[in-house]
């Protein structure tokens, strides 16, 4: 098994440039996380999926959209970037929550973009 | 929303203990532990439920006091490969998400 998959690694965009980011998982998870993670300030949720089809926000949704057309694959799109997305992205997958507890996370290998 | 770590930072020798704190302003179902070796994805160590339980990983364990709101990571005769930042991660009764706190960065040296 592959686990969590990111591609790519990294990235460099200018200013008003799009991408999209992709995470594969094989793990039949059900819950799906995007994250990003800057110095000092731990892992942000950026969006999140709770099944094939749905998507929700997360702490710092703002300049990202996401989708989830198939249930092993989460995609994080930058429509227009900017200077302050800069950052490390994190992927993550879990199952469903189980007696009201929420699973443990399995996260990809990052992605670090760097916006000039 | 996001938990509070403390200490931020902790330097030990090899052999030493460590404990490091969670604490939310939020009622509590559960409480994650996450290690994160520099340049690499956070790795998964433990899951404390509401109930005042205990869990252990090796040398480490956790408790979660859920009336106080707080969870505390106890490193026992730290070893070189404990290095590296340490993520708390809440999760709210009835919640589909986990927040996590800033972060503990953890370095032994021999």
């Known amino acids: 098994n592959a686990g969590v998959t990111q591609t790519p690694k990294f990235r460099v965009l200018k200013t008003g440039q799009s991408m999209t980011l992709l995470c594969a998982q094989d793990m039949n998870h059900e819950y799906m996380y995007w994250y990003r993670q800057d110095p000092g300030m731990g892992l942000r949720l950026i969006h999140y999926?709770?099944?094939?089809?749905?998507?929700a926000k997360g702490e710092v949704p703002d300049g990202y959209n996401v989708s989830r057309l198939k249930k092993q694959n989460f995609l994080l799109g930058l429509e227009s970037a900017a200077p302050s997305q800069t950052s490390v992205y994190f992927c993550?997958?879990?199952?469903?929550?189980?007696?009201?507890?929420?699973?443990?996370?399995?996260f990809g290998p990052g992605t670090r973009l760097t916006v000039t | 929303q996001q938990p509070v770590q403390s200490p931020q930072a902790v330097i030990l020798r090899e052999g030493e203990d460590a404990v490091i704190n969670c604490s939310s302003s939020?009622?509590?179902?559960?409480v994650h532990w996450y290690r994160q070796k520099h340049g690499e994805a956070p790795v998964f160590l433990m899951i404390?439920?509401?109930?005042?339980e205990q869990k252990g990983h090796d040398k480490i364990s956790a408790s979660f006091n859920e009336k106080k709101q707080q969870s505390s990571l106890y490193l026992t005769a730290s070893q070189l490969s404990y290095s590296g930042t340490y993520f708390c991660g809440t999760g709210l009764t009835g919640g589909f998400k986990t927040i996590f706190g800033a972060g503990t960065r953890l370095f032994v040296k021999a």
């Open positions: 939020k009622a509590l179902y559960s």
């Open positions: 993550a997958s879990s199952f469903r929550p189980r007696q009201g507890r929420l699973g443990e996370q399995y």
């Open positions: 404390l439920l509401k109930g005042g």
């Open positions: 999926s709770v099944g094939e089809g749905t998507t």
